[in-house]
């Protein structure tokens, strides 16, 4: 038994990466059998991500010490061998991811992933791409899962070739493709200074490095901290992601809400493992008040909801990288708390987004002014597919429409709304005033005053301009004239209901998983006991001497 | 040798980043190509540059590590290479789409 948990670390990876391959064998016709293996991927993952949850756990401090699970892949320990590292951020971030993943997989069932071979197999190796992401303990296998994750998120932005989505998704391509070069640069940077990749290992090489070195080893970090901050959208790197995000269809965009978090976790991770110091601390505060001021100004210029969802994923990034800027250890916690919810929320934001575009009587109005909607669907035309309608529904699907329909979206939108701009009653408002009252008691001990209560105006502000912003959408939206009623299935009605309901329930049960979020940040901000594991000989591993 | 190392990566980041910000989509992928090619170099070249040395160590002879050139680098800029020419591969893909669809060349789909 302990044998096999020990082998849980790397399936996050596995599983995906198996599934997805599989997939490819399947002729188009073979539908059921990959929507089976495709849910069935998403549900293990889920499961794994539940089980990773509990080992990491105080109450299973048996397995792993302090919660760091370690995993030699090809049995060399580090810092030589790759190794998968698991703590309880990593667990975190993998459960919502799968959440994510699952229900946003569950959702494209119903419309959106024909023609589903490239679909299907290019969601299982986004999710492979953001699960490495989250376990690698290696600098270069970092940026190998950041690939991944990014050559899979090119495939479905480009889904359905229209040439809005092109031009998005071309400028998407070019950001990306720029900010992995950076990234390079800054891998390789480190590496010529300190002579390895491993990020416990690196711990401790940074720390004895001579002056001149230190120089070049802060500007590779800094380098790669750039090429981090444009994934995770930080101004003035941001300006792809509005525009990539809109474009996309409903359910790769809910998807893509977790790969903003992706960049955000590197950031967190590498920040803590290297010891940021107050520069790169304060760099972070005012590059996140400049997105958060940015983006809520930009919400109010928005016309169409996609665009507007967009930006409020750049508000939320703003108030995490701002938060995380005071770098205050206490502050991590409720940080973690808002990221969830708002990930959560997002995406069921972006799903409501498809069903909502489909009231309209005539296709959406796009952002940019030219109308040229491409008639030629290469990918289509090269399956042989007649193109799936998103705004028309006239196809003969399997599933039961649900009643009440403009009610069921009515409800949902203001739940999103409230989670999004936090008010109350709802739990966006519990993680906002979290984040807000820690900050506030921390700088009664200290002098940050003004950059705390910089933070909140900041903070409340964007809520009123997201609450005035969203509302308007939502009164053109249900009050509007001409509207059609569409027919919703439950199996796209179902995950928007699940993911609202969860943010519901993260309220309620606040405290147990505050407790859990605290123990998670505890541990990040004390390295010492991950570097501790992962340079701890690996059992099996020739005897390897760091 | 340094020196025209280090003037040749100058030289390709800066035609890179030039063509980068053109208007027109081939010369974004021929800046992105360029850029390529220079952290390539970069980062072959964080290895420290060295002549006659091979990177692979026979266990015959006494371990020395300065009769040997550092095999890490190596194998970085090679996956480094692969995953920048898929890149590029698709990227020029969806350059030839856009064109198509939109009948200009213009990174923003449409002449200014």
């Known amino acids: 038994m302990d044998l096999l948990l020990r082998h849980v670390i790397v399936l996050p990876v596995l599983i995906p990466l198996l599934a997805g391959t ?82 946003t997989m569950v959702y494209s069932i119903s419309r959106w992933d024909r023609p589903g071979q490239p679909f299907h197999s290019l969601f299982q190796l986004l999710t492979m791409g953001i699960n490495g992401a989250f376990l690698t303990g290696d600098l270069f296998n970092l940026f190998v899962f950041f690939e991944v994750m990014l050559a899979a998120s090119y495939g479905l932005l480009l889904k359905g070739v229209v040439a809005p989505r092109l031009k998005a998704g071309m400028h998407y391509i070019v950001v990306n493709l720029a900010a992995s070069f950076l990234f390079l640069i800054g891998v390789a940077l480190i590496y010529g200074v300190a002579g390895t990749l491993n990020m416990a290992d690196l711990a401790g090489k940074a720390a004895a490095l001579s002056s001149g070195d230190r120089a070049l080893f802060d500007a590779g970090a800094a380098i790669l901290g750039v090429a981090f901050l444009v994934k995770a959208g930080s101004w003035p790197l941001n300006f792809w992601l509005p525009g990539a995000y809109s474009q996309a269809s409903a359910p790769v965009a809910a998807a893509f809400a977790m790969m903003t978090k992706v960049g955000l976790y590197s950031v967190l991770r590498v920040g803590t493992i290297l010891g940021a110091d107050e520069r790169i601390g304060a760099a972070l505060f005012y590059l996140g008040i400049a997105t958060l001021v940015t983006a809520a100004i930009a919400m109010l210029g928005a016309k169409h909801l996609a665009r507007l969802v967009a930006y409020s994923v750049l508000v939320s990034m703003g108030i995490l990288l701002a938060t995380l800027g005071l770098q205050e250890d206490v502050l991590t916690a409720p940080v973690m708390y808002y990221m969830i919810l708002s990930v959560l929320t997002s995406a069921a934001f972006f799903m409501l987004t498809g069903m909502t575009d489909r009231t309209r009587i005539t296709d959406p109005p796009t952002d940019v002014e030219d109308a040229s909607t491409g008639e030629s669907q290469p990918i289509y035309v090269g399956y042989g597919i007649k193109e799936p309608s998103v705004y028309r529904d006239d196809d003969d699907e399997i599933g039961i429409p649900i009643p009440a329909t403009m009610a069921f979206l009515g409800l949902m939108f203001v739940c999103c709304v409230l989670l999004l701009t936090g008010l109350p009653p709802l739990p966006g408002f519990i993680a906002k005033f979290a984040v807000m009252s820690t900050a506030v008691q921390t700088a009664e001990g200290t002098g940050g005053h003004a950059a705390v209560w910089l933070l909140c105006g900041a903070v409340l502000l964007s809520g009123l301009t997201g609450v005035i912003a969203l509302s308007r959408v939502g009164m053109r939206l249900f009050w509007g004239a001409a509207r059609i009623t569409p027919r919703l299935r439950v199996l796209e009605a179902a995950p928007v209901a699940v993911l609202v309901m969860l943010c519901l329930a993260l309220g309620i049960w606040a405290g147990p998983v505050a407790q859990y979020l605290d123990s998670a940040a505890r541990s990040l901000h004390q390295p010492d006991t991950y570097i501790e594991a992962v340079l701890a000989p690996q059992e099996g591993s020739p005897g390897v001497v760091p | 040798m340094e020196i025209v190392y280090a003037l040749a990566i100058g030289v390709l980041t800066g035609a890179g980043v030039w063509l980068l910000l053109r208007p027109r989509t081939f010369q974004v992928l021929m800046g992105l ?76 789909g449409r002449e200014p």
């Not at chain 1, 495709?38 to 401090?61: H, I, K, N, P, Y």
């Not at chain 2, 090619?37 to 300065?66: C, Q, W």
């Open chain 2, 33 to 108: 190509t360029l850029l390529s090619y220079a952290t390539n170099i970069f980062i072959f070249g964080m290895g420290r540059l060295a002549l006659h040395k091979a990177p692979v160590i026979e266990s015959t002879n006494a371990v020395d590590p300065s009769l040997y050139a550092d095999p890490l680098p190596q194998s970085l800029v090679l996956t480094a290479i692969v995953i920048g020419f898929a890149t590029t591969a698709l990227f020029l893909v969806v350059l030839m789409t856009l064109r198509g669809t939109t009948g200009t060349d213009h990174v923003d």
């Open chain 1, 22 to 103: 599989a997939m490819l064998f399947l002729s188009e016709a073979r539908r059921g059998t990959r929507i089976l293996l495709a849910v069935g991927s998403m549900v293990a993952q889920l499961a794994v991500g539940c089980l990773l949850l509990f080992l990491t756990s105080d109450e299973a401090s048996f397995i792993w010490q302090q919660g760091v699970g370690v995993y030699a892949i090809g049995g060399w320990g580090a810092p030589f061998g790759i190794v998968l590292v698991v703590d309880r951020l990593s667990a975190v971030m993998i459960t919502l991811a799968a959440t994510v993943a699952l229900s």
